[in-house]
C-alpha cells in the first residue's frame, strides 16, 4: 500500500468511530493514531468496558474477510466498527502491555508499537 492510502484507512476510521451506529464505536476515546510506514495503523484509545488504555495495530495485508484490502475507507471502517468498536471478549486474554501501559492487541510483531 502507499503512504496515501495507508492514511486515507486511518482518517476513515477516525473519521467513522463517532458516527458508527454498529457497534459500541461512538464510545470510544481516541486518545492517538498514526500510520506506520505504509504496512499499518495504530490507535491508542479509551474502551468505556475496559479498565485501562488500549491499542491496536492493524497492517492492510488482508482485510477481515482475508483478501487484500483495496478500498482505505471501507478497510478503516470496518477496523471502526469490528475492532475497535466491539467487546474485547477472548482477545483479553492475549493483551501485551507496553512500558507506558498500553494493552496492545491486533497485528504485532515482536516490539510493541511506538509512537
Known sequence: MTPEWAQAALDA?????PVSRVTESQSVQVLDAWVEDS???CVVYRYPYFDGVLGIRR????DMYGEVPSDPVA???DVADFDIGE???SVAEHLRVDGAGVHWWGDLGPQLPSR
Not at 476510521?13 to 468511530?17: A, D, G, T
Not at 497492517?59 to 488482508?62: A, E
Open 59 to 62: 497492517t492492510f495485508d488482508t
Open 13 to 17: 476510521c477516525l473519521e467513522h468511530l
Open 39 to 41: 504496512v499499518a495503523f
Open 87 to 89: 467487546p474485547l471478549g
Open 75 to 77: 478497510f478503516g471502517c
